[in-house]
């Protein structure tokens, strides 16, 4: 079945530039996370959708990021005025809420580069 | 300091086991988990365990939890050279809806031939 698909793959801008990320979850999957992992780190929390419930943006490093996830589904990670810090690897993740374990299952990821 | 910790490299030779060691501080864990992801790639998760479990085993994966130490490990037999990537640690630090993983630094496995 398909899983967690993530676009664009590699993404390069200019610094000051703003990009969106965008995250099509598993079909059925009520939960969204965002992470990210920049190079040699583990992954950081961004933000988590679930349902139609406010979103937990306590991850957020700055004002410059923002997330939305329209009709429960597909998602998109805006960053405003890139700086050269947020060059990472940007993953997002998505599983069901049935069940304790509750795993998420990640997608490629968008390996975002600002120069 | 991180909350979920890992030791940075492991090199083995092909067909010997390897253990990876993560350590975790919150003792309200319910689930831990181990993902692989190879060069260029997401994470694939390998195997999760639950918190009032000691050991899981799944084929060539064994999974030991030592919750008064809240030591993980992860034990690969017959190590291949496709197993080379990198493992994270992760925990779920407690149920309800606080669903957000806290990951380790990933520890970079190499198979040697």
């Known amino acids: ?115 | 300091g991180e909350d979920v910790e890992q030791s940075l490299f492991l090199s083995v030779r092909e067909g010997d086991s390897s253990v990876i060691n993560c350590t975790y501080t919150d003792s309200s864990s319910t689930y831990l988990y181990w993902y692989k992801q190879e060069p260029g790639a997401g994470l694939q998760l390998l195997t999760y365990i639950f918190s009032n479990m000691d050991m899981k085993q799944d084929q060539r994966l064994t999974v030991l939890l030592n919750k008064k130490d809240k030591h993980l490990s992860l034990r690969i037999a017959d190590t291949q050279t496709g197993d080379s990537a990198i493992y994270f640690c992760a925990e779920k630090k407690r149920a309800g809806s606080a669903r957000q993983l806290t990951f380790g630094s990933g520890t970079q496995l190499t198979v040697l031939p």
């Open chain 1, 1 to 115: 079945g398909a899983g967690v698909s993530q676009s664009p793959s590699n993404k390069v801008t200019e610094k000051g530039k703003d990009v969106e990320l965008r995250c099509d979850p598993i079909s059925g999957h009520t939960a969204l996370y965002w992470y990210r992992q920049s190079l040699g780190q583990g992954l950081e929390f961004l933000i988590y959708f679930q349902g139609n419930s406010a979103p937990d943006k306590s991850g957020l490093p700055s004002d410059r990021f923002s997330a939305e996830r329209t009709g429960g589904s597909v998602s998109t990670l805006t960053i405003q005025r890139t700086q050269q810090e947020d060059s990472a690897v940007y993953l997002c993740a998505s599983s069901t809420l049935l069940g304790g374990e509750g795993t998420q299952y990640f997608g490629p990821g968008t390996r975002l580069l600002v120069l």
